[in-house]
Structures are given as C-alpha cells and as structure tokens.
C-alpha cells in the first residue's frame, strides 16, 4: 500500500504567519509521530499520538506548535507565529499498533520549511 | 534521559569494500529497541536494520549487519560490498519500550568513491 505522506513538500513563509503541516499514515496505523530535522543535524521527536490515548506533547518546544490527529487518519502540524529558528524539515512517521513495545516507525518525505 | 551518539560525522569507502559506522547509546531501560535508518538527499528516511536488545543474536539484512555490545552500549553498523547506492546519511536511534519515541544521533554522512 501506499507510504507515509506529507504535505506541502516545501514552504516558504514570511516571520510571524501560521504555518500548517499536514501528515497522512499509512491506513492501519495507529501511532503518528512528529519529528523535526534542523539542517545537519539529526530528528528531534515532537509530538507522539497513540489511538485514541492523550498525545504526548513532550517534545514540542513552544506553545507556538500544537498538533492534532482525527482518529487513526490524517495529522496537522500547525505553527502560529513562526520564527526563522522554525527553519527545518518537519518528518512525520507511523507505525503499526503493537502491544506492549515499540515497532519501527516508517517515515514520510517530509515539508522543508523555510521561514524568511 | 535516553542519548545516542555518533562520533563520526563522515566517513568514505570505495566501492565493494567494507565500513563500520559507530553508534553508542546510553538508556536505563533494560528492554529496547536499536535502528539504523539512511537518509538520502531526497530526504526519505528508510529502515536499514533493526535489532531488539533482548536478542543476543546480531540482525543482519543481506549487506547490512550490526555488532551489537549490550553491556559496551554500542551499535555498530557493516556495510559490506558498499555500492554507490549507499551513500546517504545514517542515523542510529534508540526506541524505549515505555515511550516509543525515537532518540537519533547526529548522523555520519557516508560517501562511497567508485
């Protein structure tokens, strides 16, 4: 079936607008993360959703960003008044249910985000 | 805190020879989860290799295996028979049972001479 998607593949925003991400599993996949790639360096973990379980919100680095997931469907990724430190690739990922452990996460292609 | 390091930044192999990446990690869980993802500039992250901590065995795939020290808390990963293909970056990165979020390293961008 198809992969992790995600839309738009690039933005460009001036500072100070909100920005939305959008990230589509793979059907059947119950857990959803969001990640962020800042340039050369590796993927900070933003926002973690589990079925219908409270997301974990522990990774998000502002209340700039917030995140929301209907179901087991679609996830946006929104940033209100962004920052040029905002700059990054944002990467979504799921992952299978699988009781009682962690599972590989297969990732999307992720939106490059460039704030001016 | 769960961290993962990669202390090579770059590395370079000719082609059909055979490099080591370095990973070492360091978690208080005792159950947990090891991963090498590549990451081409088309920025697709793709799972290499996997390997559960609780098996002593080393998981390999086809070209790709790992020397996994529990006790050392290192991960390494061996391409062996490197082809052009395999340039990218790797990330190691560690998955805890309880919190299933991924830690990475930084990365070690991998280029393979022909």
């Known amino acids: 079936g198809a992969g992790v998607s995600q839309s738009p593949s690039n933005k460009v925003t001036e500072k100070g607008k909100d920005v939305e991400l959008r990230c589509d599993p793979i059907?059947?996949?119950?857990?959803l993360y969001w990640y962020r790639q800042r340039l050369g360096q590796g993927l900070e973990f933003l926002i973690y959703?589990?079925?219908?379980?409270?997301?974990?919100k522990s990774g998000l680095p502002s209340d700039r960003f917030s995140a929301e997931r209907t179901g087991e469907s679609v996830s946006t990724l929104t940033i209100q008044r962004t920052q040029q430190e905002d700059s990054a690739v944002y990467l979504c990922?799921?992952?299978?249910?699988?009781?009682?452990?962690?599972?590989?996460?297969?990732f999307g292609p992720g939106t490059r985000l460039t704030v001016l | 805190a769960q961290t993962v390091t990669q202390s090579q930044p770059e590395m370079s192999v000719q082609e059909a020879e055979t490099v080591t990446l370095s990973c070492t990690y360091d978690?208080?869980?005792?159950?947990?989860?090891l991963f090498w993802y590549k990451q081409p500039p088309s920025r697709q992250m793709i799972l290499v290799i996997r390997?559960?901590?609780?098996?002593?065995q080393n998981a390999t795939e086809n070209r790709f295996s790992v020397n996994f020290q529990k006790a050392a808390k290192s991960f390494s990963l061996k391409i062996s028979d490197s082809q052009l293909g395999d340039a990218a970056m790797y990330f190691c990165?560690?998955?805890?049972?309880?919190?299933?979020?991924?830690?990475f390293g930084e990365g070690t961008q991998l280029t393979v001479n022909p």
């Open positions: 990165a560690l998955g805890e049972t309880s919190g299933s979020r991924l830690t």
């Open positions: 959703f589990q079925g219908n379980s409270a997301p974990d």
């Open positions: 990922a799921s992952s299978p249910l699988w009781a009682g452990g962690s599972d590989t996460q297969y």
């Open positions: 978690t208080s869980e005792s159950d947990y989860y």
């Open positions: 059907s059947g996949h119950t857990a």
């Open positions: 390997q559960e901590a609780y098996k002593q």
